[in-house]
């Protein structure tokens, strides 16, 4: 629709706005998608299949009783979380057994808390590729203190793995549960101790393979018969670790994302640029005929 003569500048203004202000929302809108897509998470494969289990168990005992001066405690709590193609399991486990005087006849006191993981470990159903393998990454943290009088206090932490692949028998039997690696760990005193292990290849011939991961904390303390003074066990003791497979293909790479400064500035200086073109565009306009 054309502008009268009697308002052609007031006209010619309106619509160069109205238009500036159309492509200035449309071009805002560009920028923010883009926004979006540079900081949206990047994709991540998995090699495997995984599946598995928690436990937990604490014992006490005191002999011949507890009492005042005597007592024995034991708590632990352990979790587990599947997550990207990982088994991560952690858990945290404090004991004591404490001990005051000998009695007559002596006392003795212990404390135990045990977690124990299991998973199962199974190729992809349209996996046609090359052996993988699986790597168990763990750390573990235990503080103890330990002393006694004419008595014995002792303690710490345990931890053992074991990887059992499952090898076919006969079709009939199916398959059968071998043992193919085993690790045993043991402190008993304060230690911070990190460190990766190679369970080795997982044949995707195999049925499946099974992980089991056993982490005990403990504490025992015992006094000597009317001599006995005291006896004192604390322990405190964390373990995580990662089960993790590796197929030898490299995953997609990420692009990688720009600082959020540099992004936003660089959004304002196309938005800019763009506002600068429209600008212009209206002032031409804006020029009486």
């Given at each position: 629709m054309a502008c009268p003569r009697s308002n052609g500048f007031g006209c010619l203004a309106s619509r160069a706005r109205a238009a500036f202000e159309g492509r200035w929302r449309a071009n805002a809108s560009l920028v923010g998608a883009l926004l979006l897509a540079l900081a949206a998470p990047p994709a991540?494969?998995?090699?495997?299949?995984?599946?598995?289990?928690i436990g937990v168990t604490t014992t006490t005992?005191?002999?011949?009783?507890?009492?005042?001066?005597s007592a024995a405690d034991?708590?632990?709590?352990?979790?587990?979380?599947?997550?990207?193609?990982?088994?991560?399991g952690d858990a945290g486990g404090a004991t004591s057994a404490v001990l005051g005087g000998g009695g007559w006849l002596g006392k003795?006191?212990?404390g135990t808390g045990t977690a124990e993981w299991w998973a199962t470990v199974r190729a992809p159903a349209d996996y046609d590729g090359d052996p993988f393998n699986l790597y168990f990454d763990w750390s573990l943290w235990l503080i103890s203190s330990h002393d006694a009088l004419l008595g014995q206090a002792e303690g710490g932490a345990e931890m053992t793995v074991r990887w059992y692949e499952c090898r076919p028998l006969t079709p009939m039997l199916g398959c059968f549960p071998f043992l193919t690696f085993a690790q045993k760990r043991v402190y008993s005193d304060s230690v911070l101790v990190k460190d990766v292990w190679d369970l080795g290849l997982y044949d995707a011939d195999v049925s499946y393979g099974r992980l089991q991961v056993t982490f005990t904390v403990a504490s025992g303390a015992t006094s000597l018969p009317i001599v006995g003074v005291y006896a004192s066990a604390i322990?405190?003791?964390?373990?995580g670790f990662t089960l993790s497979a590796d197929d030898g293909e490299l995953p997609p790479q990420p692009v990688p994302e720009p600082?959020?400064?540099?992004?936003?500035?660089?959004a304002l200086g196309v938005l800019g640029l763009l506002r600068c073109r429209s600008m212009s565009t209206a002032s031409h306009c804006q020029r009486p005929a």
């Open positions: 991540v494969a998995s090699a495997v299949l995984l599946e598995g289990g005992e005191c002999s011949p009783w507890c009492g005042t001066l034991a708590n632990i709590d352990a979790d587990s979380t599947l997550v990207n193609g990982q088994l991560k003795a006191a212990a322990d405190f003791a964390t373990l600082d959020g400064l540099s992004v936003a500035l660089a």
